[in-house]
């Protein structure tokens, strides 16, 4: 790790030798900013104290601070993401041990997706404890909704290479699981779509229903949806409304815009 002499350095010799007194007081107030209170506040809230710090200090570190891979938290929020992926999709199995694969995704979905864990990270208070350069206006919704979900996700991560799977579950059974409820009333991916199709000026979503499989009691549908020429990947699910939110969840995620 690059000694912080070394960063301060880099900023008094850079821009042809001009020293750059208001950018190196902004990179010192971000570099300092978590200190050793402010992190142990953190940790009474998770209910979980590191054994190694550098875990949590990554966790919380954004890239506009340091673009090297180990010190910020993009590693950390690559983990974290499939951790909670895997920690949902366990307990889903248990929750509706008689569901189907498109139910389950789509109850997976809602709580994964990165507008609900904003609203978990934002619940948490999250962005008091981030590192962050100026350069990034967590004013605007989009930036704070990304920054959010991804501490949240870096968090979990940390927690796992620290401690191990147990913490967290645990963690994340007390600040996402417990609200599943919400998440999955609030979600309308099929209206999301259309909305977002509109302000981008897109073609409106056209869903149709592909194949239908199994007995008439128990009839799989799967629903793909296309926008202009562009066909996306096909919702499946045990009912046709369900198979078409899938669907619309597939292309709010293809094209970037579920975030």
Known sequence: MPSDLGVITLYC???????????????LRS??????????SLQRKLNYFFRKQEYIVQAVTHKSVSTEPRENYERLEFLGDAIID?????NLIREFPQGDEGLLTQKRSALVQKSFLAITGERMNLLEYLTVR???????????INQLANMY??????VYLDGGIVPCKRIIEKTLWCHRIEAWE???YKGRLIEECHSHQLKPPRFMV???RGPEHRKIFQVAVTIGKERFAPGIADNKKTAEQEAARIALE??????
Request: hydrophobic residues 35%; aromatic residues 6%; without cysteine.
């Open 31 to 40: 570099r300092f900013s978590n200190n050793n209170s402010n992190l142990s």
């Open 134 to 144: 100026g350069s990034v206006d967590l004013t605007q919704k989009k930036v704070s």
């Open 210 to 212: 592909e194949s239908t």
């Open 86 to 90: 895997h920690v949902i999709s366990e």
């Open 13 to 27: 010799f850079s821009r042809n030798g001009q020293t750059d007194l208001l950018q190196l007081f902004q990179y």
């Open 254 to 259: 293809a094209l970037a815009l579920s975030d």
């Open 153 to 158: 996700e870096s968090i979990i991560g940390a």
């Open 186 to 188: 609030s979600v309308n």
